[in-house]
């Protein structure tokens, strides 16, 4: 009923750039939080930046002053925006969304997207 689609990664030297977006779709009621995380090979998943529905963020200490999340309501979508890219940046990245969709109880649920690749490397 509710799904995420996000784009964006691909190969970047390091000090470069990437955009990352995820745009929701389906019967969606409020988006409580949208946000980032990330898993890099044989680490688990961790949360990059996340944005709140009163526009408040939270991210870890690494990626301040280099990533910024944004977002745009009208079209249900999140943005990462990384600059000054380190290899140490390198992992699968994740979009992730708090949803209360039109459903019975109006219950908030968990989605994730399908992930996208990011690797910083010369």
């Known amino acids: 009923q509710v799904h995420l689609v996000e784009s964006g990664g691909g190969l970047v030297q390091p000090g470069g750039s990437l955009r990352l977006s995820c745009a929701a779709s389906g019967s969606i009621f409020s988006i409580n939080a949208m946000g980032w995380y990330r898993q890099a090979p044989g680490k688990e998943r961790e949360l990059v930046e996340v944005?709140?529905?009163?526009?408040?963020?939270n991210y870890q200490d690494s990626v301040q002053g280099r990533f910024t999340i944004s977002r745009d309501n009208a079209k249900n979508t999140v943005y990462l925006q990384m600059n000054s890219l380190k290899p140490e940046d390198t992992a699968d990245y994740y979009c992730?969304?708090?949803?209360?969709?039109?459903?019975?109880?109006?219950?908030?649920?968990?989605?994730w997207g399908q992930g996208t690749q990011v690797t910083v490397s010369s």
């Open positions: 992730h969304f708090r949803i209360i969709p039109f459903s019975y109880g109006r219950s908030e649920f968990h989605y």
């Open positions: 944005i709140t529905n009163d526009g408040s963020t």
